[in-house]
Every structure is written in structure tokens, then in C-alpha cells.
Nanobody, 125 residues
């Protein structure tokens, strides 16, 4: 059974740091690139970051995440992380992790095969 379980969300303050985790089971984690997406209330789901395969997978970020967020993966633990620093109110959203067999267009949610249930991050203004 495929499972992607996000954790680490919460209600934060502006400027805080937070690390999200996504524990994966039911498929070969090493074969998949992993991404984080988010969806704010009344908004479309948007790409945040992605990491390629392997222990030194290349990373990709949307402009709003560059310099503040860091995606990483631990293949021994089948887990992908999103370290978020300097949180802003506009970071408020449900954050989803996802897995793709693709090698390109990591910002396209349609390329992802498996999805987690999401974890809420709230940063009040």
C-alpha cells in the first residue's frame, strides 16, 4: 500500500522556521523524484520545491521559496523534508508531498503519481 504521510505543520509566527517531513512507504523511494506543493484557501495548488533521485539529487525551487526553503531527502529513511525559514503570511497553505518517476517539469503537478494527504501551515499576519 502506497503511503506518503506529511507531518510537521502548525500555526507559526512571521519569521519562524519549520521543517515538514514526508515519510514514504509502499514503493521504491530511490526510483522517484520528490516534490512539495502547497494550496492556500481558494487558490490553485502550486509547486514549491523538488529533489531528484539519489543521495545528491538536484533541487528545484519556485521563486518564492528560493533562499528561504530547503528540500532534502534521506533515502535510508524514505523521507523527504522541507525546511522553511523566515515564514511569511503568504506561506499559509496545506503542504503536500508527491512522488514522480519523471525527470523533467517537476513544477507540473500532473507529472506526480503519488500524493500525501497534506499538512496545514498557518502564518497569521
Amino acid at each position: 500500500q502506497v503511503q506518503l504521510v506529511e507531518s510537521g505543520g502548525g500555526r507559526m509566527q512571521v519569521g519562524d522556521s519549520l521543517r515538514l517531513s514526508c515519510a514514504v512507504s509502499g514503493f521504491d523511494f530511490d526510483d522517484y523524484a520528490m516534490g512539495w506543493f502547497r494550496q492556500g484557501a481558494g487558490k490553485d495548488r502550486e509547486f514549491v520545491a523538488a529533489v531528484g533521485r539519489g543521495d545528491n539529487g538536484r533541487t528545484y525551487y519556485t521563486d518564492s521559496a528560493k533562499g528561504r526553503f530547503t528540500i532534502s531527502r534521506d533515502n535510508a529513511k524514505n523521507t523527504v523534508y522541507l525546511q522553511m525559514n523566515s515564514l511569511k503570511p503568504e506561506d499559509t497553505a496545506v503542504y503536500y508531498c508527491a512522488a514522480t518517476l519523471g525527470y523533467t517539469n517537476y513544477d507540473d503537478s500532473r507529472r506526480y503519481r503519488y500524493w500525501g494527504q497534506g499538512t496545514q501551515v498557518t502564518v497569521p499576519s
